[in-house]
């Protein structure tokens, strides 16, 4: 398909790790991205990995690219109340001058309980 | 570093009227991308420009507008407003060509 996929709700548990996951669209994306949206703010851009990667760790920051399957994932250790927002994967496509554009999921709502 | 601005935070306008929203990129970057964000559409690309060229257009009417100065500030215009503009809008920077992209706290437009 045309879109980028991801589940729409995720809860856990605090102290738990949680896994956001993401489908992408186009096998020779060059980056992906996980932004961090909380209510009535902009976008936090909490990681992003180039496509030669399989993976990046950021302290309690994981991402996992699988480009056969064009998938990526976002795992949070340790998750807190703090935590709780709405996750967005993002895809940008082709080479050069195309990398401006980002193309987004419709983002997945973390909710972390006590 | 100073972050990306969007001015003004919150704007309420008539149908009919027009509106202009400006963006400050991150000093050093100079590419602004714009987005709207609306809850049944999700986040939608407007366009994008680099050193005052528009390099990326989205699927909009063309009441939709920008441009760059040389400076790199960004402004939106959307002409003609329609209830169907209110919407939160996003403006992005990077430095040229991919990597890291920062997005402003955005605008929200709100039409009636």
């Known amino acids: 398909g045309e879109d980028v ?6 809860s856990v548990r605090e102290g738990d790790s949680s896994v956001i996951n993401c489908t992408y669209t186009d096998s020779s994306s060059t ?14 851009l909490l990681t992003y990995i180039f496509s030669n990667m399989d993976m990046k760790q950021d302290q309690r920051l994981t991402v996992l690219l699988n480009k056969k399957d ?4 976002l795992r949070i250790a340790d998750t807190q109340t703090g935590d709780s927002a709405i996750y967005f994967c993002a895809e940008a496509r082709g080479r050069g001058s195309t990398l ?15 | 570093k100073a972050g990306v601005t969007q001015t003004p935070r919150y704007l309420i306008k008539t149908r ?10 991150i000093s050093g970057h100079r590419s602004v991308s714009w987005y709207q964000q609306t809850p049944g559409q999700g986040l939608q690309f407007l ?9 990326n257009k ?23 407003l329609e209830l169907g503009d209110s919407a939160l809008y996003l403006c992005a920077s990077c430095l040229g060509t991919g990597g890291e992209q920062y997005f402003g706290p955005g605008t929200r437009l709100t039409v009636t």
């Open chain 1, 5 to 10: 996929e991801q589940s729409l709700f995720l």
């Open chain 1, 31 to 44: 980056y992906l991205y996980w932004y961090k949206q909380e209510p009535g703010a902009g976008l936090q």
């Open chain 1, 70 to 73: 064009k998938h990526l994932s």
């Open chain 1, 100 to 114: 401006g554009r980002l193309y987004f999921g419709r983002g997945t709502q973390l909710t972390v309980w006590p």
């Open chain 2, 16 to 25: 009919g009227q027009q509106v202009t929203l400006s963006c400050s990129p």
């Open chain 2, 47 to 55: 366009f994008e420009y680099f050193s005052e060229t528009q390099r």
């Open chain 2, 58 to 80: 989205g699927n909009f009417p063309g009441r939709f507008s920008g441009r760059q100065f040389s400076n790199s500030r960004s402004e939106m215009n959307v002409s003609t």
